[in-house]
């Protein structure tokens, strides 16, 4: 809750979780918790695809990796205060998009960009290196272990008799024998 604090200071941000509209937040502690743990879920969704493991595991690398980039906290955040300004319908345009919408998107773009290893975070000195580089989410299979393609596979033909290619060569044949 410090750090959406930080972002836009407190006034915003309990304008957007005081639901009694008694000027305290505590009373919603509820709705800050969903909203706090939906952020997170969006983080870690895209994350554990390059740093697999229980996020909730203490000294783990997807906690080392949060700890340590001040930018990936950053973005966390905004994520927090899109969802958070999206609960009050005062905090929503015509489309139902709150008010962090750019950010938001830029936060997702992070993310992403993250998890396939288009860009670096300082976090992963810590954390180490994530299980994708430089895009590649998966190796590619072994040349021994990569399956053969079969075009048109049937009953007659289980390794595939070509599909197209059998009229073809049919009608060639035909145009070899003076036909057409």
């Known amino acids: 809750m410090a750090g959406l604090y930080n972002r836009v200071g407190a006034t915003k941000v309990n304008g957007y979780f005081d639901d009694n509209y008694n000027g305290v937040v505590t009373d919603e502690t509820q709705a800050v918790d969903d909203v706090l743990s939906a952020a997170e879920g969006e983080m870690y969704a895209r994350l554990m695809r390059a740093y697999p493991g229980d996020p909730s595991e203490v000294g ?3 906690q080392l990796l949060v700890a340590n980039d001040p930018a990936l906290r950053r ?4 994520v927090a205060l899109q969802f958070a300004s999206e609960r009050r ?4 345009d015509a489309d139902g998009n709150g008010t962090y919408k ?5 936060a997702i773009a992070y993310f992403e960009s993250l998890s396939k ?6 976090g992963s000195v810590q954390a180490g290196a994530g ?3 430089g895009g590649t989410l ?3 299979p072994p040349a021994a272990t990569a399956q053969q393609f079969i075009f048109s596979p049937g009953r007659d033909a289980p390794g595939g008799h ?5 009229p073809i060569m049919l009608a060639l044949a035909e145009v070899l024998r003076g036909g057409f």
């Not at 973005?75 to 905004?78: F, L, M, R, V």
């Open 138 to 140: 998966q190796p590619k």
């Open 162 to 166: 070509g599909g197209f290619i059998l």
């Open 102 to 106: 750019t950010q938001y998107d830029l």
């Open 89 to 92: 319908p005062e905090f929503t």
């Open 131 to 133: 299980a994708t580089s």
């Open 75 to 78: 973005h966390c955040d905004y």
């Open 117 to 122: 290893g288009l860009k670096k975070s300082p």
């Open 60 to 62: 783990g690398p997807m």
